[in-house]
């Protein structure tokens, strides 16, 4: 590795050892970076020296007006935020420092000055109660966090010796998005607007992202400076193919590497601008697109659902592309949202671990019920229980290398996440002769009933295409004679009424439409899905109940 810049060494003394690590596939012009690089500096001062300087980067909604914030503009906030940071604050190269804020402006430049700065970044999703950040806290030896002045109550549990949630290491809070004299809005306002970058190594780590995973202790997934660059260079030079005039929106959070990258960092890297609006709705993005001219969309499928019904009301013709990841895709939905806006969907398999998307396909290169094909610069195979690749058209365990890849924080989960150089996400996939992937399950969610392998989500599409849904989620549960069967918990659309007879029309429904051993042996009708933050069904809270 080369030598780092970090005067706290923790990130680096805490990687996994380098015989856990997968392969990674760095002979690729795309990703030839220096050996020393700054993220920072390669999305807001390089992108300016290449004369976007003058042009909107962040657009956001302050009293109901819409203000844009150019690069220059932009670039001069974060270095005067910079300056606090380690003026102010003391912070030194490698410190870690957690970020607690919804999507907003002040967010942005608090991310992007701790990156200049040289710090390690670990973003956090802004619902985290007290019991969930000193988890992270702890695990990350954080020692200063940066914080919206509206999300404090929680993160000021962790700073109370009282507490049953204190943690130790935490020294000091500096708040933003706030008007006081101490906050770092304000202490920013007197600092240069020059800052001299950090001479980090491009393999010094910037980024602990931790899983949004629903159940277990938090894995940190430690990038570089190179990874964050990794994740603008390939997927969306190859596959999303943004410019300079795009108009970037989305509902990730920032601390969520989706979002992170599709309404920050892949704009920035372009010169194209991103509008940060906290608190989205269906109905508020689809707003959103309207007023601002936005091209690009990034979400969940949950929320491309409910927008294609509302979609007559807004004028949304700027909008070119639309982006899915973070959960499976249902057909039904891309089938909905095609009719009600013309625009063929964008999917991916992505994961925190491997920062961003690495399978995915847009325009002429969609194949009917395929997510895609390994964005260039990975490799994607479906394996067996002993890592040896499946024919085409088998069931396998999904597997994939590139550029990216697992690291985790001190975590013996690394062995089971990396096995044999290859990352396995925890997908149950197949491939066809093309390369192709199609999703079934999560490798843990594949239902086994009577000896059949069956899909959930395979399940769960045929069911979202019946009238009477709104919503379902399918699970496998226990059962003596089968060993599994198949449970579908279902949201109805208004005015349907709950009945047998409506469960028996749901059964038939699914078994007129694939093979019937797939139906649904039990129907549960429940009001709402639990997902988590970033809108992933939480399973096991369905296992639960």
């Known amino acids: 590795m080369e030598p780092s810049a970090h005067v706290d060494t923790f990130a680096r003394d805490n990687l996994p050892p380098q015989d856990q690590w997968p392969v990674f596939l760095l002979d690729n012009p795309d990703v030839a970076y220096p050996a020393r690089i700054n993220c920072a500096t390669e999305l807001l001062d390089r992108t300016i020296a290449a004369g976007h300087g003058d042009r909107p980067a962040i657009w956001s909604e302050v009293d109901g007006a819409a203000r844009a914030t150019t690069y220059n503009e932009l670039l001069a906030l974060v ?33 992007l000055a701790s990156l200049k700065a040289g710090l390690v970044l670990v973003p956090t999703m802004p619902l985290l109660r007290a019991k969930e950040l000193k988890q992270i806290i702890d695990k990350a030896h954080i020692s200063a966090a940066l914080c ?269 996440f990396v096995l044999d150089g290859w990352n396995l996400p925890g997908d149950a996939v197949y491939l066809d002769e093309d390369g192709y992937v199609f999703y079934q399950a999560r490798a843990d969610d594949m239902i086994v009933s009577a000896g059949y392998n069956i899909s959930g989500p395979e399940v769960e599409s045929v069911l979202m295409q019946h009238a009477a849904v709104a919503e379902c989620a399918v699970i496998g549960v226990a059962d003596e004679t089968r060993g599994q069967i198949v449970k579908a918990f279902v949201v109805l659309n208004p005015g349907v009424a709950t009945d047998d007879k409506l469960v028996a029309q749901l059964q038939d429904f699914v078994k007129n439409n694939v093979a019937p051993y797939k139906y649904p042996r039990v129907i549960s009708f429940i009001d709402t899905l639990p997902r988590t933050e970033t809108g992933k069904l939480k399973r096991f809270a369905l296992r639960d109940l």
């Open 79 to 111: 270095n005067r935020s910079a300056h606090v940071l380690v003026d102010e604050m003391g912070l030194r190269p490698g410190n870690r420092v957690l970020l607690r804020g919804p999507n907003t402006l002040q967010m942005a430049v608090a991310a």
């Open 148 to 416: 919206d002045a509206r999300l404090t109550d929680e993160l000021a549990r962790c700073r109370d010796p009282h507490d049953e949630f204190f943690c130790a290491t935490l020294e000091q809070t500096l708040q933003f998005h706030d008007d006081a004299a101490t906050s770092l809005d304000t202490l920013a306002v007197n600092k240069p607007s020059v800052f001299d970058a950090c001479d980090t190594a491009s393999d010094d780590v910037c980024l602990i992202a931790f899983t949004s995973g629903t159940t277990g202790a938090p894995k940190g997934c430690m990038h570089f400076h190179r990874d964050v660059l990794m994740m603008c260079d390939l997927f969306p030079r190859h596959v999303l193919k943004p410019t300079a005039n795009d108009v970037f929106c989305g509902t990730p959070p920032l601390a969520f590497t989706f979002g992170l990258g599709g309404v920050l960092c892949f704009p920035l890297r372009v010169g194209a601008s991103t509008v940060l609006i906290e608190k989205l709705t269906p109905e508020t993005l689809l707003r959103t697109v309207e007023r601002f001219h936005a091209t690009v969309m990034f979400t969940a499928p949950t929320f491309y659902r409910q927008m294609a019904p509302l979609v007559p009301r807004f004028d949304i013709r700027s909008l070119k592309k639309t982006v899915s990841a973070g959960e499976a895709l249902p057909d039904s939905t891309r089938a909905l949202w095609r009719e009600a806006t013309d625009i063929e969907m964008i999917d991916g398999i992505g994961g925190t671990e491997m920062i961003h998307i690495f399978v995915s396909a847009a325009g002429a290169e969609i194949r009917p019920h395929a997510i895609g094909r390994a964005v260039p610069g990975y490799q994607v195979q479906a394996v067996d229980d002993d890592m040896q690749p499946v024919p085409p058209g088998t069931i396998g365990k999904l597997a994939v290398r590139g550029p990216t890849g697992c690291r985790y924080l001190a975590d013996s989960r690394q062995m089971k």
